[in-house]
Nanobody, 124 residues
């Protein structure tokens, strides 16, 4: 499956942005989906994941009150709604698809397919 992430850009602190990730595969609903991010000079970190049907999510604690993950299986798309953005959210955000996990997982080694990333810059 090919993943195409978009929606990044430059936003001021306190602002909101929604990232989208479109999948090429017909059976998109067969994949658990996740969002990860990587800031310059730092390791990639998990942000959020969502189950195949969308009825279960796992959002990392440091963004739990500000970020929401959702998906529209009819559109083969997963979203990351980001509110109250902070400069420390600046990173390249990647979406990923996990073919085998039945629950949302934070472990990047379990994801089989990765998008190219979309860059978010939050100015103070």
């Amino acid at each position: 499956v090919q993943l195409q992430a978009c929606g990044g850009g430059l936003v001021q602190a306190g602002g909101s942005l929604r990232l989208s990730c479109a999948a090429s595969r017909r059976h998109f609903s067969s994949y658990t989906m996740g969002w990860f991010r990587q800031a310059p000079g730092k390791e990639r970190q998990f942000v959020a994941a969502i189950s195949r049907s969308g009825d279960s999510t796992y959002v990392e604690d440091f963004v739990k009150d500000r970020f929401t993950i959702s998906r529209d299986n009819a559109k083969n798309t997963v979203y990351l709604q980001m509110n109250s953005l902070k400069p420390e959210d600046t990173a390249t955000y990647y979406c990923a698809a996990d073919e085998y996990s039945t629950i949302p997982t934070p472990y990047d080694t379990l994801y089989d397919y990765w998008g190219q990333g979309t860059k978010l810059t939050v100015s103070s």
